[in-house]
């Protein structure tokens, strides 16, 4: 049996994403053999991270500082504007840096289901750096959700009569996919996103 501390340890590790209550103890044991050196450093680096870490009034990115390191480069695309929906998204897409533009973080996603209203994600923000001038285009990448789907029709409801060219990520079947794995969902948003074959 452990001591009280560790399973209130235990238990506040299994709270994280992507682990459970076995995955968390054995991180704590692992912590516990090495309390000198990696213990150590982890509540250090957590310690910082409490204290340093701002979200962006720009975008809602986290950073360490504000304007957050990608709405503070100059070397960014200020024409373009990808629209996610939480930080992990923007953190995924700009990681593969393949969008040269800035971001901004809805927080969330429209869902009658868990009461999640316009009111609650940052979509005001969104519309209003739009309606400032200086973007081109905004990238809605939302999840193929059901949600993710409704929250960027109703984004487009709220831009349209702005001068602003508005497009969606590709959906559809992904690189080294077989059809006869995948779901009905994904072969029919590839078969409606289907192109010409050039010759």
Not at 12 to 25: H, Q
Request: aromatic residues 4%; glycine residues 10%; contains cysteine.
């Amino acid at each position: 049996m452990a001591s009280q501390e560790i399973e209130t340890l235990t238990a506040a590790l299994a709270r994280l994403p992507g682990l459970g209550p076995r995955s968390a103890r054995r991180a704590v044991l692992w912590l516990l053999k090495r309390r000198e050196t990696a213990l150590a450093e982890l509540l250090e680096t957590l310690g910082q991270v409490r204290e340093r870490l701002v979200e962006c009034h720009i975008c809602g990115n986290v950073d360490t500082q504000d304007p957050c390191a990608i709405c503070a480069d100059p070397r960014r695309d200020q024409r373009g504007l990808c629209v996610v929906e939480e930080v992990a998204d923007l953190w995924a897409l700009d990681r593969a840096r393949l969008f040269t533009g800035r971001y901004h973080v809805l927080g969330g996603r429209l869902s009658a289901l868990d009461g999640v209203r316009p009111e609650d994600l940052l979509i005001g923000p969104l519309i209003a750096r739009v309606a400032a001038g200086g973007i081109d285009e905004v990238v809605l990448a939302m999840n193929a959700t059901l949600e993710g789907q409704t929250t960027a029709h109703y984004i487009v409801e709220r831009l349209e009569g702005l001068p602003v060219r508005i497009t969606q990520l590709a959906h559809g079947l992904p690189v080294g996919g077989e059809l006869d794995y995948l779901d009905e969902g994904t072969l029919a948003q590839a078969l409606r996103a289907r192109r010409p074959v050039s010759q």
